[in-house]
């Protein structure tokens, strides 16, 4: 059983669109997050989201919209899509606390052509 | 400032050697650091926190507060050990802040 599932894996669009990543977790966490990986594979924070509240929006272009429709799906919906996008995006989740585990989905591979 | 720095960008060792992959932080409060690790083709995962002070795979870490660092050793280095590791802090609210990452390459 996949704890943490993201869709699609790869995803490739036009430079204009608007896109959505999904992410769900059955590990019943309350906590759930959005990371970025750029080219250089640097991870940073996004968004974190407990009990379907936002708690963390770090510095992101409002193109970028979180949606938590209950605590075990945590969406990302991009708008008007650049190329300065193009990333891995990953989601994540853990229990409420400092030093919880998180657990990460695979990953998905965002081109912006 | 929250910071994680991780100096080297790439590590390579070969099998058998001794790996040090280097972190320090910049946090104000008391830290809790972990290291995580992302091979080939796989999800990112745990790989151990320091609040544990356990071994994982043959890999320890100590927190040194003074030097404010969290060095990740392994004594004997094998070839299942190449991966993509990344030192992180969790400073509140659960989030991680990630360095930038080493890329491990350990040759037969």
């Known amino acids: 059983d996949t704890a943490v599932s993201q869709t699609p894996k790869y995803l490739v669009t036009q430079m204009g669109n608007d896109k959505s990543i999904k992410c769900e977790q059955n590990?019943?966490?309350?906590?759930m997050y959005w990371y970025k990986q750029d080219s250089k594979k640097f991870l940073k924070i996004m968004f974190s989201y407990n009990n379907k509240e936002l708690i963390i929006n770090e510095t992101v272009p409002n193109r970028f919209s979180p949606k938590s429709p209950d605590k075990a799906h945590l969406n990302l919906h991009i708008n008007s899509l650049e190329l300065g996008d193009s990333a891995v995006y990953f989601c994540a989740s853990s229990r409420t606390g400092s030093s919880s585990e998180a657990f990460f989905g695979q990953g998905t591979r965002l081109t912006v052509v | 400032a929250q910071r994680v720095t991780q100096p080297e960008k790439l590590l390579s060792v070969f099998k058998g050697a001794p790996v040090e992959l280097k972190c320090n932080y910049s946090?104000?409060?008391?830290?809790?650091l972990f290291w995580y690790v992302q091979y080939s083709r796989q999800r990112l995962q745990l790989l151990l926190r320091h609040i544990s002070r356990e071994s994982i795979k043959g890999f320890t870490a100590d927190l040194n507060k003074g030097e404010t660092s969290f060095h990740l050793k392994k004594p004997f280095a094998q070839e299942e050990d190449s991966a993509m590791y990344y030192c992180a802090l969790t400073p509140q609210g659960g989030k991680l802040i990630f360095g930038q990452g080493t890329e491990l390459s350990v040759k037969p």
């Open positions: 946090y104000s409060g008391s830290p809790e």
């Open positions: 590990l019943g966490h309350d906590t």
